[in-house]
């Protein structure tokens, strides 16, 4: 298989698009399939490569923060939970009710 050298993530992600076209189509055998499957694999590494080196500008950092904090409810650090001096009375009325 020739691999081509993937620089930036935009060229990942068009590749990794490229793919998936072509392991949808029914014309494209298993076995190419399965190859693709390996690239796309390499491909990700490379990805998650870029990403962990990348930096962020401080207020980058909070922008993403406060995105990924807005878009997955409940994984809040900031909010209490049993076990750390919160109050547990939700916790015991929902024990009573369990029974």
């Known amino acids: 298989m ?3 050298t993937r620089n930036s993530f935009e060229d990942i992600t068009t590749r990794m698009d490229e793919i998936i076209s072509a392991v949808r189509s029914k014309d494209t055998s298993l076995e ?5 499957f390996d690239e796309a694999i ?3 590494s490379h990805a998650v490569e870029l ?4 930096d962020l500008s401080p207020s980058e950092a909070e922008q993403l ?3 990924s904090a807005s878009d ?3 994984r809040e650090v900031s909010e209490p939970t049993v076990g750390d ?3 547990d009375e939700a916790g015991a009325d929902s024990s009573e009710h369990a029974d």
């Not at 190419?32 to 693709?36: A, C, E, K, P």
């Open 51 to 54: 990403v962990d080196s990348f």
């Open 42 to 44: 390499s491909l990700g």
């Open 85 to 87: 001096g919160a109050p």
């Open 32 to 36: 190419r399939s399965l190859d693709l």
């Open 72 to 74: 997955t409810p409940g």
């Open 65 to 67: 923060e406060a995105a």
């Open 2 to 4: 020739a691999e081509t």
